[in-house]
């Protein structure tokens, strides 16, 4: 059933920000973006996975080495980083730059990870790509087949590192969705965020030293990834992301002159300074009250079914609407018994259910009047006596004439 007459346990915010302060009654204006020198550029929340910035987004561009973090995410779904993989001729033999592998070399698919996303090391990718698939030519297939099951409709790859080819390409948004499942991947977020590194190099008497390319780490503590691109064709390009007050935004910058992670921390910081992470609806934070007809109490506790939570402009924000009926008694905990109509950001309204927190049994004078048994047993009963009365007060008018 659904609920109309609603009343508010307690006195409360009707969103509850998540990672700031409070929250006002009525949707605020969009901020204004900042200027970027970038061809294409996308901000996202990864949890919602709103998109609060979009230039250029769904333009066909070249991605460079962003192509690696497809790569280390079809690794990461294959499992067992320790693994130990023989270096092949085939990715010995990748040039540009390298963690200058060597036929034979035997290493962790760990290890190759660091040198595909922290170094951007071609030779690295391709022994990856043979590592989970046995050749380069399956593993490009799988990164299609990826691309697609992710929704990147506009991405199409030919190689596992980001080497120039001109039918090798993707978009700002699609590249943001790679970046989401790539945070998403507790094995690679710590890759992502390491400034530097070591790897066991058995050709030499000392180890490898990895640098991350990612120079928006060095610059900014709440940077934490996540990979890097350039080629001629492609220009600078970042894939980043930053986490504040236990908040995390992505970006994506394409096509920069140059310093793309200003670009990317100038985006970044406008995301975080303009939007508020918030809970629309709350299975904690909102509880409810809702009418109940023909029940031993007047109201049952209530709660959201499930959070809504949304990204949205700092200021005013609109209230979740109560919507429905009363419910009828017998109710039972976890019984749907209303529901709550919240606006989304994009303009759409989401209904949420509102299910009981106890049980509210049937009122005795409830339950005659819903069976019939008791109901006309009752009438019995009741007719009956009024029977009796009747011929009481008929017989004592007739005894008092005949006195009379």
């Known amino acids: 059933m659904t ?13 509850i920000a998540l ?39 769904n333009e066909r561009r070249y991605v460079a080495s962003l192509t690696k973090m497809m790569t280390a995410l079809l690794v990461a779904e294959s499992g067992d980083l320790q693994r130990t993989v023989t270096i092949s001729k085939t990715a010995a033999s990748v040039g540009e730059t390298t963690m200058n592998l ?54 199409h790859f030919v190689n596992p590192n980001g080497l120039h080819d001109d039918d090798h390409y993707s978009t700002a948004h699609d590249m943001a969705i790679l970046a989401i499942h790539v945070m998403g991947r507790a094995e690679l977020r710590p890759i992502v965020r390491m400034q530097e590194a070591t790897v066991p190099w058995p050709s030499k008497s000392h180890d490898r030293k990895l640098l991350n390319r990612n120079r928006l780490l060095e610059y ?59 809970a629309l609806v709350s299975t904690e934070l909102t509880p409810a009250t809702v009418e109940v007809r023909g029940g031993v109490e007047e109201v049952v506790s209530a709660r959201p079914a499930e959070d809504v939570i949304a990204v ?3 200021g005013p924000i609109a209230e979740p609407v109560l919507a429905g009926d009363v419910v009828q008694a017998p109710v039972t905990e976890g019984q749907v018994v209303g529901s709550l109509e919240v606006l989304m950001p994009d303009g759409t309204r989401r209904s949420v259910d509102l299910v009981a927190t106890a049980p509210v049994a049937r009122s005795p004078w409830a ?37 009379g």
């Open 220 to 278: 900014w503590p709440a940077a934490d990834g996540i990979k890097t691109g350039y080629t001629r064709q492609a220009s600078d390009c970042l894939a980043a992301s930053a986490y504040v007050d236990g908040w995390r935004l992505i970006c994506v910058v394409l096509g920069c002159e140059e310093k793309p992670w200003n670009e990317a921390r100038a985006l970044l910081e406008w995301g975080f300074d303009n939007f508020l992470k918030v």
């Open 312 to 314: 949205l402009p700092r």
């Open 367 to 403: 339950h005659v009047l819903h069976d019939r048994r008791y109901f006309l047993a009752l009438a019995a009963i009741v007719a009956l006596a009024v029977g009796v009365l009747v011929h009481g007060a008929a017989s004592e008018a007739l005894g008092s004439r005949r006195t």
């Open 102 to 155: 060597t036929a034979g070399e035997e290493i962790t698919v760990e290890h190759l990870l660091m040198g595909t996303l922290m170094a951007s090391a071609n030779d690295a990718a391709v022994a990856c790509a043979e590592a989970v698939s046995g050749s380069v030519d399956a593993f490009i297939e799988r990164m299609n087949e990826r691309a697609q099951e992710l929704g990147m409709t506009g991405t």
């Open 3 to 15: 609920v109309r007459a609603v009343r508010w346990v307690t006195t409360i915010v009707p969103a």
């Open 19 to 57: 990672c700031f302060g409070p929250v006002a009654q009525a949707r605020a204006a969009e901020p204004q973006p900042p200027e970027l020198d970038c061809t294409a550029a996308v901000l996202v929340d990864p949890e919602t996975k709103q998109f609060l910035y979009e230039d250029n987004a």
